[in-house]
């Protein structure tokens, strides 16, 4: 459980580093195009593919520290103890759904490994792996967070959440 917590933090702080040079290029790109009439040509692409490893990179994490939206209109009913399962059934669903984006998305990867971008010719490959493997690690967490669910005794207040 450490190196997976170590592991999802690293994740997150390098997701909240292409969000501050994110953040730093926009503001370039700004200054650029309105003081010196010279605009970066490749922002979009490097907004579309910093968006990708900011997503992927911090789901993970997200869903590890239960920091994702939660809507609890069905909890007064769910969370009764002949019910305990039903949130770690859902988590091993969720786990395959991820688990196969996770797949679908590496095999995209390394069916076009040489395609890229248009303006930057930036190729596509490590993007899509850094998604794949977020995706993955996605997954992961949500078979650990139902296992935990599993191992838990059924409570009287609160719900058992999974990402």
């Not at 999802?8 to 309105?34: E, H, I, Q, S």
């Not at 609890?72 to 009913?77: G, H, N, P, Q, V």
């Not at 969370?79 to 995209?108: Q, V």
């Not at 390394?110 to 792996?129: G, H």
Request: proline letters at 4%; charged letters at 15%; one cysteine or more.
């Amino acid at each position: 459980m450490k190196i997976l917590d170590d592991v999802l933090r690293w994740m997150a702080l390098a997701a909240g580093g292409v969000l501050l040079l994110l953040m730093f290029g926009t503001v370039a790109d700004v200054v650029l195009r309105y003081f010196f009439n010279a605009p970066f040509r490749g922002s979009l692409e490097m907004t579309e593919f910093a968006m990708a490893l900011i997503v992927f990179l911090s789901l993970a994490y997200c869903g590890w520290k239960g920091a994702h939206i939660e809507v609890d209109l069905f909890d007064r009913w769910l969370n009764r103890p002949s019910l305990r399962f039903l949130p770690a059934f859902l988590g091993i669903i969720g786990a395959a759904l991820f688990a196969a984006i996770a797949w679908l998305i590496a095999r995209e990867a390394f069916d076009s490994m040489r395609q890229a971008s248009n303006m930057m010719k930036i190729p596509y490959f490590p993007f899509r792996m850094v998604a794949a493997f977020g995706s993955a690690m996605f997954a992961l967490v949500m078979i650990v967070q139902s296992i935990n669910i599993l191992r838990r005794a059924p409570q009287s207040e609160g719900g058992n959440h999974v990402a």
